[in-house]
């Protein structure tokens, strides 16, 4: 059974930085996983931040997080981290990491798509 833990969340200034990352247990990265960045705001859908593929290193972004975020991935640490620089007060959520196994390639950055999930860590951006 697969298994994600996030961490690396916390507060801090509009313009700031924060890394996120997620320790994933149950597989290794040899095998063929998308791992995702989610976020969910109060009163909020949960959206799609970012995810990477472990077979081909391919990575996609959201519009709303791209040129501020980076995706990577450690295969020795079976963990994927999500840089975030210049943080905004609507990038305030809770972020979650999610994997889904069989893909080579990149799937739709959609919750539907994912069928492990972490428990969530809180992101706070002040202005």
């Known amino acids: 059974e697969a298994q994600l833990a996030e961490s690396g969340g916390g507060v801090v200034q509009a313009g700031g930085s924060l890394r996120l990352s997620c320790v994933v247990s149950?597989?290794?990265?040899?095998?063929?996983?998308?791992i995702g960045w989610f976020r969910q705001a109060p009163g909020k859908e949960r959206e799609g931040v970012s995810e990477i593929a472990t077979y081909d290193g391919g990575t996609d972004y959201a519009d709303s997080v791209r040129s501020r975020f980076t995706i990577s991935s450690d295969h020795a640490k079976n963990t994927v981290y999500l840089q975030m620089n210049s943080l905004k007060p609507e990038d305030t959520a809770v972020y979650y990491c999610a994997a889904t196994f069989g893909a080579n390639v990149v799937v739709e950055l959609s919750k539907q798509e994912f069928d492990y999930w972490g428990q969530g860590t809180q992101v706070t951006v002040s202005s």
């Open positions: 149950g597989f290794t990265f040899d095998e063929n996983w998308v």
